[in-house]
């Protein structure tokens, strides 16, 4: 399963992230979602709510971990177990690896 409990890191640990459609690295601190991770690197992904509920910015975990701060995001039980994730709520528990999920 793609997500573990909240990890008992530093705030300021940083792992690295990848989108695997194009490559690009970005950093991924353990502090921030990693939707605001990439923003900030200038990846735009899609986003909408950033709560969690409006699903625009889902994507699928290919590799790594992420840890979620609210008690069920916007993801069906059978979502979670494909590797989809939302990164609008989604904080990197190690290097992480997504892919853009298809509409």
Not at 33 to 58: F, H, K, Q, V, Y
Not at 72 to 91: N, R
Request: hydrophobic letters at 40%; proline letters at 11%.
């Amino acid at each position: 399963m793609p997500t573990v409990p909240s990890p008992e890191l530093p705030s300021q640990h940083v792992f690295q992230a990848r989108l695997e459609t194009s490559g690009l690295p970005f950093d991924a601190p353990a502090a921030q979602p990693l939707l605001l991770s990439a923003l900030g690197a200038g990846i735009a992904l899609e986003s909408s709510c950033r709560n969690g509920t409006c699903r625009s910015c889902l994507c699928r975990l290919v590799s790594g971990q992420v840890s979620y701060r609210i008690e069920w995001p916007g993801l069906s039980a059978e979502e979670k177990a494909e590797g989809f994730i939302l990164p609008c709520v989604a904080y990197p528990a190690s290097d992480v690896v997504i892919t853009l999920a298809l509409p």
